[in-house]
């Protein structure tokens, strides 16, 4: 499975993003897409994820600023982030996983500053 993420970049403190992960190869139909983020000096962390049949699942601190959806016929999950803060900057990273296979995508940075 090859992961390709998009839409980075540098905004302002409230300001929004948009970031899209398209999947290509071995999709099952059972999966999970995700985006993770790490940030300088930190781990990798679970930023929000979404499973083939909807259930979300997201972390306490983005939670009502961010949604994550995804579209199974284009094999694509976005992830709209608002109200962004400083301390969302970081690499985000998408994920896919299966029953037995976890791949993950190259990383788009995210800069939150004024």
């Known amino acids: 499975v090859q992961l390709q993420a998009s839409g980075g970049g540098l905004v302002q403190p409230g300001g929004s993003l948009r970031l899209s992960c398209a999947a290509s190869?071995?999709?099952?139909?059972?999966?999970?897409l995700g985006w993770y983020r790490q940030a300088p000096g930190k781990q990798r962390e679970l930023v929000a994820a979404i499973t083939s049949d909807g259930n979300t699942n997201y972390a306490i601190p983005v939670k009502g600023r961010f949604t994550i959806s995804r579209d199974n016929a284009k094999n694509t999950v976005y992830l709209q982030m608002n109200s962004l803060k400083p301390e969302d900057t970081a690499v985000y990273y998408c994920?896919?996983?299966?029953?037995?296979?976890?791949?993950w995508g190259q990383g788009t940075e995210v800069t939150v500053s004024s």
């Open positions: 994920r896919y996983s299966d029953y037995a296979r976890v791949y």
């Open positions: 190869g071995r999709i099952l139909s059972s999966n999970a």
